[in-house]
């Protein structure tokens, strides 16, 4: 049974702040860990103004990963990596603590690459202690876009898919994000107001809601935009 708790924001600007110093607090804890960062736009203010920081908190045994990234080449404005680079020149981090979609390998490849970096991070026994997630409109998450992504996943860490806008893209999966220790949601925008609601019902034909279905305990951070009108 999944426990959903949910937090709501008067706005984006005080979701944004709070997601900021949750970041902060995590990476500054010492210890070996994992840290999950979603893509999108809702979290990208939370990392820049944590980047931008006068004192940006460290942690040498900190390793980063992705919940998913788009196959495109490094340096395009589309790749979650390419995005999060600021905040991970920041942290200072050794490059095999950053584990990251290798989108210069054909796509399978990619995605096989990627499932090892997660496999040899499950073996050395760094937890994931935190990780990010979007909320798609559509009710997506990560780049699991509906029940033949999910029924693909089964027994792997990651996915290559095909995304609805024509991209391909790696995905982590419902096995990945059972490993997580403190999913969390991160959501904003009237956009999503309904995929909120559905995530806050339970609902289990949401994709996002069975991709986290192994998950004991989940959070749902949401700004007044996409937060339901309550009945």
């Known amino acids: ?23 902060a607090r995590f990476i500054a804890a010492p210890g070996a860990a994992a840290l999950m960062l979603s893509g999108g736009s809702t979290p990208l203010p939370a990392y820049r103004a944590l980047a931008s920081r006068a004192r940006v908190p460290r942690n040498p045994q900190l390793h980063v ?10 340096d395009s404005p589309a790749s979650n990596y390419r995005r999060i680079e ?27 690459d990627y499932e090892r970096q997660l496999a040899g991070l499950a073996k050395s026994a ?42 391909s893209a790696v995905s982590v999966t419902p096995e990945l994000l059972g490993r997580v220790g403190e999913p969390l949601f991160v959501v904003a925008g009237a956009d999503k107001r309904d995929a909120a609601r ?3 019902a339970q609902d289990p ?8 279905a192994a998950c004991a305990r989940v959070e749902l951070w949401v700004d007044e935009a996409a937060a ?4």
Do not use: C, K, N, Q
Not at 145 to 157: I, V
Not at 228 to 231: D, E, G, H, I, V
């Open 126 to 167: 760094v937890p994931i202690g935190l990780g990010l997630l979007g909320l798609g409109a559509d009710g997506h998450t990560a780049s699991l876009f509906g029940p033949a992504d999910l029924e693909r996943s089964r027994g792997r860490l990651a996915l290559a898919v095909s995304r609805p806008d024509g991209l």
């Open 205 to 212: 034909r949401l994709t996002a809601w069975r991709a986290v």
């Open 86 to 112: 600021p905040l991970l020149a920041a942290l200072a981090l050794p490059p095999a603590s950053v584990l990251r979609v290798r989108t210069e390998l054909p796509l399978e490849e990619a995605a096989l």
């Open 1 to 23: 049974m999944t426990t959903l708790e949910t937090r709501r924001f008067a706005s984006r600007a005080a979701l944004e702040s709070a997601l900021e110093e949750r970041l």
């Open 198 to 200: 559905a995530l806050l």
């Open 228 to 231: 339901p009108t309550p009945a």
């Open 65 to 74: 990963l992705f919940s998913d990234d788009r196959y495109v080449p490094v």
